[in-house]
């Protein structure tokens, strides 16, 4: 199995923040890495898929980058709807798609 | 519109059986994998299992073989996840989620949920 590990489990910004957030998975996984957005009662939301690429609707301030083993997802300037739990996942290893275990993003 | 609709809350008790359903519509049903994810209470997203409908090719995560089943009805465009023998355990929180063709195949719809509680 493909472990997936994130960091800071959670973390504390203010509107306009620049946030960053690291996932690295324990083996390669060339660019198959997606991040999702969950916001508390509702269901995940996709953000980022293939490391770097931007689904359609979500906003500009997100971005991804890295390939292999080591990821980031950065919001340049961190505003009052993105609070909310961040999780990467895996997609290069079938059928276990593994999640990373969350960054929660909160008001400083 | 691409949706995935599902099945209502649930209450059961312990030793029970129970199928949940995860309907799809705005797309070709059979073209693209379903996965179903769970999420405990407090807890973050594990990866359950997938099905592709259109031959109902179905792959399940380590940690859930065995204790579900999942199925799909393409007739009827929907995904089941069913249990057998219910626990405790079971609580939690159940999304089904489109696996999209593009790119990583990330899941690029979700259902809106479905909660399980298993308490006698």
């Known amino acids: 199995d493909i472990q997936m590990t994130q960091s800071p489990s959670s973390l504390s910004a203010s509107v306009g923040d620049r946030v960053t957030i690291t996932c690295r998975a324990s083996?390669?996984?060339?660019?198959?890495l997606n991040w999702y957005q969950q916001k508390p009662g509702k269901a995940p939301r996709l953000l980022i898929y293939?490391?770097?690429s931007l689904q359609s609707g979500v906003p500009s301030r997100f971005s991804g980058s890295g390939s292999g083993t080591d990821f980031t997802l950065t919001i340049s300037s961190l505003q009052p709807e993105d609070f909310a739990t961040y999780y990467c996942?895996?997609?290069?290893?079938?059928?276990?798609?593994?999640f990373g275990p969350g960054t929660k993003v909160d008001i400083k | 519109e691409v949706q995935l609709v599902q099945s209502g809350a649930e209450v059961k008790k312990p030793g029970e059986s129970l199928k949940i359903s995860c309907k799809g519509s705005?797309?070709?049903?059979?073209?693209?994998?379903i996965g179903w994810v769970r999420q405990m209470p407090g807890k973050g997203l594990e990866w359950m299992g997938i099905?592709?409908?259109?031959?109902?090719?179905?792959r399940y995560s380590p940690s859930f073989q065995g204790q579900v089943t999942i199925s799909a009805d393409k007739s009827i465009s929907t995904a089941y996840l069913q249990w057998s023998s219910l626990k405790a355990s079971d609580t939690a929180m159940y999304y089904c989620?489109?696996?999209?063709?593009?790119?990583?195949?990330?899941?690029?719809?979700w259902g809106q949920g479905t909660l399980v509680t298993v308490s006698s």
């Open positions: 996942q895996q997609s290069y290893s079938s059928p276990h798609f593994t």
């Open positions: 099905i592709y409908p259109g031959d109902s090719d179905t």
């Open positions: 083996q390669s996984i060339s660019s198959y």
């Open positions: 293939a490391a770097s």
């Open positions: 705005g797309y070709r049903f059979t073209n693209y994998w």
């Open positions: 989620a489109r696996r999209s063709g593009f790119g990583s195949s990330p899941s690029d719809y």
